[in-house]
């Protein structure tokens, strides 16, 4: 079985030989940047779970700018992750995006002046997940870079009473392996893989977390990330 680092890295490397990454650089240690974003996109924009949901949770990872603009574009209220979880979630909500301007409302340096930070108690029932991939089985098994944060913030999601919805990911065809990846029990799996050439549902056999498995957080991970506190809190059913 192959180290989830090894196969980070090879697909890192693959994209790069292959000219497929985007600024910025270098792929190594990011959600890569892919070529065929757009397009990959427009397929989400197709897909009948999208075109019902009103609020999409999409990771803040460059690739997937052009589908967080086209949330905004959609009319859908848009769910962002604060870089590393820092800050909990910041919601834009379309009506307070003029036209024009919902690429720049979805990037990260500009997402927290048209949206805000929103506590837990605020955040409304999310109908579809998004996150970013550094590599994808077909049958779902996906490797971010190793941080763990869209694992985490599907389990504070579920911890809060959000439904278990769809999650999709988007990346380019060259990011879909056979490798064999190792499985944790907190790890997500996705639905659907969506690349620059299509639609892929994985009909994945995994289940997904049904909350934060705290024996796998760490007082330091609870310092840097006061948002688990503030789920913990809720989970026990604390006035936040």
Request: aromatic fraction near 6%.
């Amino acid at each position: 079985m192959s180290d989830k680092d090894e196969i980070r890295h090879k697909v890192w490397s693959r994209l790069t030989e292959k000219k497929l990454g985007r600024f910025p650089f270098p792929l190594t240690g990011r959600i890569p940047n892919f070529i065929g974003a757009e397009k990959a996109a427009s397929f989400v924009q197709s897909m009948d779970i999208y075109k019902a949901a009103s609020v999409v949770k999409v990771n803040p990872d460059s690739p997937q700018l052009p589908l967080r603009a086209s949330v905004l574009k959609d009319g859908k209220t848009l769910l962002i992750p604060t870089p590393r979880l820092k800050d909990g979630f910041v919601m834009i909500k379309p009506e307070g995006v003029p036209i024009g301007e919902e690429r720049k409302a979805a990037s990260i340096k500009h997402m927290n002046t048209y949206g805000k930070v929103v506590p837990l108690s605020d955040i409304p029932g999310i109908d579809l997940i998004v996150v970013g991939s550094v590599a994808i089985h077909p049958d779902g098994r996906r490797l971010g870079k190793g941080e763990g944060y869209a694992d985490r913030e599907y389990a504070i999601l579920r911890e809060i009473g959000n439904n278990r919805v769809p999650v999709i990911t988007t990346i380019n065809s060259e990011q879909l392996i056979e490798d064999d990846i190792p499985r944790d029990s907190y790890d997500l799996a996705v639905d659907w893989i969506i690349t620059e050439e299509g639609i892929i549902e994985t009909l994945t056999p995994y289940e997904k977390p049904q909350g934060i498995e705290w024996d796998h957080v760490t007082e330091d991970e609870m310092d840097k990330m006061p948002i688990l506190k503030e789920v913990k809190d809720f989970a026990r059913g604390t006035d936040l």
